[in-house]
């Protein structure tokens, strides 16, 4: 089994535990519910790629992927001044994250939600009329390259498994699921 299909098996429940606690219907019915969401997330991204930039395996793979700044962008779209926004809570504790392994696992977490990220943008502008340059950047966060990016993490998470290192990674996704978890369904 390669460790795209055993982080898809063994992380099942935890990604169906999260989509059914977010209740996304209730959070993006709103403007302020849906700036709340995007509070949240800011939250999770921000503290998250702080703590992972210095030990992803590859320097610029991770940068590219990065989503804080289009969380700023989406926020201040959405009434939020730079000030405010830099003083938001932050998404503690965090997973560990050890080493090079751990990240990409939890990094299959970040990514996978992209795939979803593009279907929530689409309610997000049939609901509220937002584009990615009015309050939708985030969850459009790679437009149509989202299946080449995909393909891509893919390739990279592929080439770094092993027998020595899969449970790492495995254990270090299941641990992003469970604390996104805690953060995006926590009230504010």
């Not at 779209?77 to 503690?92: E, H, M, T, V, Y």
């Not at 593009?118 to 299946?147: H, K």
């Not at 995909?150 to 770094?160: K, N, Q, T, Y």
């Amino acid at each position: 089994m390669t460790i795209l299909a055993r982080l898809k098996t063994e992380t099942r429940a935890a990604h169906d535990r999260i989509e059914a606690a977010m209740d996304l219907d209730r959070r993006i019915a709103t403007r302020d519910g849906y700036r709340d969401l995007l509070i949240r997330f800011y939250g999770f991204h921000k503290a998250w790629e702080s703590e992972a930039a210095g030990r992803a395996p590859d320097p610029g793979f991770f940068e590219r992927r990065r989503k804080t700044q289009l969380l700023v962008q989406d926020l201040e779209a959405l009434g939020l001044k730079s000030d405010d926004i830099i003083r938001l809570p932050q998404c503690r504790p965090l997973m560990p994250l050890p080493g090079p392994e751990a990240v990409l696992g939890s990094m299959y977490v970040v990514e996978g939600s992209t795939l979803g990220g593009a279907i929530i943008a689409r309610e997000v502008e049939r609901r509220l009329g937002l584009d990615a340059e009015t309050g939708c950047a985030y969850f459009r966060s790679y437009g149509r390259d989202i299946a080449a990016m995909w393909r891509s993490f893919g390739a990279v998470l592929l080439e770094a498994s092993s027998p020595e290192v899969d449970d790492l990674i495995v254990e270090s996704a299941q641990n992003t699921f469970t604390v996104m978890h805690d953060w995006l369904c926590e009230t504010p």
